[in-house]
């Protein structure tokens, strides 16, 4: 991840602490995290 500055990851389970973790020490970039709970609503809202 040391050339991106956006990206989404998504998955259909949850993301473990240290993936959360992680992603919250990227300041810098623009990285989201989307769980199976999360896309159940994003998709429920179409």
Do not use: C, P, R, W
């Not at 995290?33 to 809202?45: K, M, P, R, V």
């Amino acid at each position: 991840m040391e050339h991106t500055n956006k990206g989404i990851f998504i998955t259909t389970s949850s993301f473990t602490d240290d993936a959360v973790s992680y992603i919250e020490k990227q300041q810098q970039k623009s990285i989201k995290l989307i769980d199976g709970q999360l896309l159940s609503e994003l998709l429920g809202a179409v």
